[in-house]
């Protein structure tokens, strides 16, 4: 199983700044890599795919970079609405075996 | 639009059997692969269970196999998931989620019901 860890736990950032969320899994999974945003009550929204690829209508302060074992999500300017949990999942290979990190909390400072 | 609507979750005990539906609207159903994946208290999401757009070929996570059954129904646009067994440690929110498909391939999940609670406790 490919064991995917984020860092840090939680990330306290004031509005406007930068937040910076990392992922890495425990074997490469190439691009493979996805990015959600969860708030209390709701369900995961999918941000970002293939490791870079903004899903559709996803803001474009929220930027991917990485590839193999190491993977940010970047937030440009916090909004505060960008609160949340954020989890990444890989889903490298076949058959399914797809895994998520422990997820980021983003507190709004 | 596009939605999913999950319904069947409950109370009950160790041991017991549970069967989920989730109902698809908005998109063909028959189309997409579709998935449960599941969230217990405090814990990552965890990926439960896929079958393909047919229902010819199924998958389960290594903590639910042997006592989950996927299945669906194309002509009902309806996911479901019969559960058997259960432990306290299936205690979760349940959701359904479609596939993002991109050029014919997988890239995460783009659709996701509301999910539905699943408690086992005695």
């Known amino acids: 199983e490919v064991v995917v860890t984020q860092s840090p736990d939680t990330l306290s950032v004031s509005p406007g700044e930068r937040a910076t969320l990392s992922c890495r899994a425990s074997?490469?999974?190439?691009?493979?890599l996805a990015w959600y945003q969860k708030k209390p009550g709701q369900s995961p929204r999918l941000l970002i795919f293939?490791?870079?690829t903004r899903a559709t209508g996803v803001p474009a302060r929220f930027s991917g970079r990485g590839s193999g074992t190491e993977f940010t999500l970047t937030i440009s300017s916090l909004q505060s609405e960008d609160f949340g949990v954020y989890y990444c999942q890989q889903y490298f290979g076949w058959p399914p075996a797809w895994t998520f990190g422990q997820g980021t909390v983003v507190e709004i400072k | 639009q596009v939605q999913l609507v999950e319904s069947g979750g409950g109370l009950v005990k160790p041991g017991g059997s549970l069967r989920l539906s989730c109902a698809a609207s908005g998109f063909k159903f028959s189309d997409y692969f579709m998935a449960w994946v599941r969230q217990a208290p405090g814990k990552r999401l965890e990926w439960v269970s896929y079958?393909?757009?047919?229902?010819?070929?199924?998958y389960y996570g290594d903590s639910v196999k042997g006592r989950v059954t996927i299945s669906r129904d194309n002509a009902k646009s309806s996911l479901f998931l019969q559960m058997n067994s259960l432990r306290d440690e299936d205690t979760a929110v349940y959701y359904c989620?479609?596939?993002?498909?991109?050029?014919?391939?997988?890239?995460?999940?783009?659709?996701w019901g509301q999910g539905t609670t699943v408690t086992v406790s005695s």
């Open positions: 074997q490469s999974v190439h691009s493979d």
């Open positions: 293939g490791a870079s």
């Open positions: 079958v393909d757009g047919s229902g010819g070929s199924i």
């Open positions: 989620a479609r596939p993002n498909q991109v050029a014919g391939l997988y890239h995460g999940f783009d659709v």
